[in-house]
């Protein structure tokens, strides 16, 4: 399917599977079409719940990747060498 980011499968003890699915659409906009693809796949569907992120998700997603600072605390400045002497 389009607009599938990202797919993550836990199989269940009894048998089902959670699955979460990531999309770049609102996930109201997919519901009906994942329905179906299950439906046609005769996989049955026990449970569908959209959720968003929230803003606190967002930022810490987006700061994960940051690359820490020196331990002194200061930022180096590109182009700019310090006098050894």
């Known amino acids: 399917m389009d607009h599938i980011l990202n797919l993550d499968v836990h199989p269940r003890e009894d048998g089902a599977c959670a699955v979460t699915l990531e999309t770049d659409q609102p ?4 519901c ?3 329905f179906f693809a299950f439906s046609s796949a005769q996989r049955p569907l026990l449970h569908m719940a959209a959720t968003r ?4 998700d967002i930022f810490l997603e987006l700061t994960a990747d940051d690359t820490a600072l020196p331990p002194d605390g200061a930022a180096a400045s590109p182009g700019r060498e310090e006098d050894a002497s």
């Open 27 to 30: 996930p109201e906009d997919l």
């Open 32 to 34: 009906r079409a994942l």
């Open 53 to 56: 992120a929230s803003l606190e």
